[in-house]
């Protein structure tokens, strides 16, 4: 009884398995990354098959802003990359209504039953990943890079704090390197949040890293403004090496909504320019 049993719910979910599917994906908000595509069902459709089954000849919609990542048993297997729609053709699910012959779907069959019943040969997801350049990241939170300030006409040589902060912009550079290196299998979404912490961390560190090479040779206060279309330069430059390596991102954009000296140092700087004019009168 129990491989009549099995026959029978292998019979019925291969036969489920067999129709071709159309997925597609709404806008994807700003503030996602990656989202699980939906298969459309109409409530009148017969189509009740598995959903992370994909029946070869398929239809893979990716709009303007998007690419679709398939993933077939944890392993990404095709990547669409342009708008429009994508025909889905592996072979490991061909159906009767793309041209599959009675020899593959007994093998399917027999696979099945040998499962209990209703185990499918591969197991599929499509992810669609957000391409779109992503806004509003913040960077710097007030961080503090050293420099050295002189001024020899005030007989000034120290080292001061030269605070900073501002936003960057972001988008995916290589959507499988990102699934593969830092998203993975996801249930539903996978937000920018989940990446804010991380981006921050990395822009800060190469920020200090560009803001200590190119102010190091010391300066005058009012020239640290000068110096921002340079540290903008090379910090995107760095960060990207990094980062389309690492995880498949790149900068896109950075702006500063604050350069400027610490308020302590610019009170001291003061002082002493003041005690300088002072003794020369």
């Avoid at 391409?131 to 890079?145: D, L, Q, T």
């Avoid at 040589?157 to 988008?171: E, N």
């Avoid at 040779?217 to 389309?244: C, D, H, K, W």
Wanted: net charge neutral.
């Amino acid at each position: 009884m129990g491989i009549i049993k099995a026959f029978g719910s292998s019979l019925g979910s291969m036969a489920a398995d067999q129709w071709k599917e159309f997925f597609y994906c709404d806008s994807i908000p700003a503030d996602q990354i990656m989202v699980r595509g939906s298969r459309h069902a109409p409530a009148q459709s017969v189509n009740n098959g598995n959903q992370d089954i994909i029946t070869d000849g398929s239809i893979i919609a990716v709009a303007d802003g998007q690419c679709a990542v398939i993933v077939s048993n944890g392993r990404v297997i095709a990547v669409f990359r342009e708008s429009g729609e994508h025909e889905f053709r592996t072979g490991e699910t061909a159906g009767i209504f793309s041209g599959a012959g009675p020899g593959k779907f007994g093998k399917e069959l027999m696979r099945r039953i040998s499962f209990g019943g209703d185990a499918p040969a591969v197991n599929h997801r499509i992810y669609y990943i957000n391409m779109k350049v992503i806004p509003n990241n913040r960077f710097g939170s007030g961080i503090e890079v050293p420099v050295r300030v002189r001024d020899a006409a005030r007989n000034i040589d120290i080292d001061c704090m030269l605070v900073m902060s501002g936003s960057f912009a972001f988008r995916i550079y290589d959507p499988e390197k990102i699934y593969r290196q830092v998203i993975g299998n996801v249930k539903r979404i996978y937000p920018v949040s989940y990446l804010a912490a991380q981006m921050q961390a990395d822009v800060d560190s190469t920020l200090l890293s560009a803001a200590g090479t190119v102010c190091g040779g010391g300066f005058r206060p009012y020239e640290a403004s000068g110096f921002i279309p340079e540290i903008q330069e090379r910090v995107m430059e760095e960060a990207n090496t990094m980062l389309r390596k690492l995880r498949g991102i790149e900068l896109t954009a950075l702006a500063f909504d604050s350069f400027r000296m610490a308020d302590p140092d610019t009170g001291t700087i003061r002082t002493i320019q003041l005690a300088s004019v002072m003794r020369t009168q």
